[in-house]
């Protein structure tokens, strides 16, 4: 499993990512980039129509995909385990969130905003560029997903 996918398979990406490929000594260079937050069982990471300009990469636990319905319901639409990125289309169109993400177990997640990546930019260009047209790859791989499923 690659950081850029859904570990069900639903919306994987089919090449390694770079954060994959990063050693210890690279991570310990980027890591002070992100943001690290803890979360309970239950808490919400993010809420559906509001505004938040960052994406995480789920470090510890699970978390669900929730899509608001009519008359306030919602429907779970993916699960992400340990290792997959979320938050991503919010963070590249800058429109308010599309989706809640609910945590199903206790864990962390890590957080990176746009002021962080572009000072991860100018400090670690190659990464921050390898990182980018990753997530670019992980958006086209869940949009052909979606498309594919249109098919059906």
Known sequence: M?????PDGRHA????????????????RIVPYFETLT???GDRLIEAETEDRALYILAEGEVEVLRLLSRGRTKRIATIREGSVF?????????PRCATIRALSDGSALRLDHRSLRRLGEAEP????????????TLASRLRHCLACGES
């Open 2 to 6: 690659d950081f850029f996918s859904y």
């Open 13 to 28: 990406a089919t090449l390694p990512g770079v954060l994959d490929q990063l050693d210890s000594a690279e991570w310990s």
């Open 39 to 41: 979360f309970e069982r």
């Open 87 to 95: 938050g991503e289309i919010a963070f590249f169109d800058l429109q």
């Open 126 to 137: 190659d990464i921050a560029s390898a990182l980018l047209f990753d997530l670019g790859r």
